[in-house]
């Protein structure tokens, strides 16, 4: 099978992976759709801020592997076909990225959802990570470090969405920087093409992300944006497990 078909069939895979809305899913479990509430995304922060801390960590990480998966695939099934023709590009190197443009495209337009979805910002570290740490691991202590200074930065501003930026805007400029290092060089001109197109995969899957947030971004100019307090859902979360320990008690 030629690298191309193995791509395409990677890349519609990914997307149609990427249609799977876990925050949905959990929330239709609780007997309630999260698009009703809070801010209406279906994502990590307003799944924590209405439906409790311990279910939006739970939507995040099925996020992050929402992301994290599909990426991994493509590695795994690319890592032997070698080089593109007449290129030093390697093909994994440009599948990671289109698997990760695809699912995150996925999570941000879904196709079972009339293109309403989340705005991508768990499925993207997910996908950075992967391709980070393929890259070497000195490459994911740069999307560790944008991770925990998103998480510092929300805890003391209650900026959830300028937080997500931080969260993942680095990384994508470490996996660009890495790409440059690795091909800017070149003197091959197929090489430079996958490089660019690459390259821009990496600008899409940031542009995406931002654009979905674009009322975030309004409501934060105007000074009304969703507050996202760490502390106040942490209060909530003993509050709730001493009133059902009082419960079982009274049992």
Do not use: Q
Not at 125 to 146: K, N, P, Q, R, T
Not at 164 to 179: D, E, N, R
């Amino acid at each position: 099978m030629s690298n191309l078909v193995i791509l395409i069939i990677l890349g519609v895979c990914s997307y149609l992976f990427g249609n799977i809305n876990w925050a949905l899913i959990i929330s239709k479990f609780k007997k309630t759709d999260i698009r009703k509430l809070g801010s209406g995304n279906p994502g990590t922060l307003n799944m924590s801020r209405n439906l409790g801390l311990k279910l939006g960590l739970l939507t995040f990480f099925l996020d992050i592997l929402k992301g994290a998966l599909p990426t991994l695939v493509g590695f795994l099934v690319l890592k032997g076909r070698g080089y593109f023709t007449n290129s030093e590009f390697l093909v994994y190197d440009f599948g990671i990225y289109l698997c990760g443009f695809c699912v995150v495209l996925g999570h941000i337009f879904p196709a079972v959802l009339k293109f309403k979805g989340g705005k991508g910002i768990a499925s993207t570290i997910g996908v950075v990570l992967v391709c980070e740490s393929i890259h070497g691991w000195a490459w994911i202590v740069i999307a560790v470090m944008a991770l925990v200074c998103a998480l510092i930065f929300i805890y003391f501003t209650e900026f959830g969405a300028m937080g997500s930026f931080i969260a993942i805007t680095p990384s994508a400029i470490g996996g660009a920087i890495c790409l440059f290092l690795t091909y800017g060089a070149s003197d091959n001109s197929v090489t430079m093409t996958y490089y660019v197109i690459t390259s821009m995969m990496i600008l899409g899957i940031c542009f995406f992300t931002w654009f979905a947030h674009r009322m975030n971004i309004e409501r934060m100019l105007a000074g009304n944006e969703h507050p996202t307090s760490i502390k106040e859902m942490v209060v909530k979360m003993k509050a709730k497990k001493a009133e059902e320990k009082k419960n079982l008690e009274k049992k």
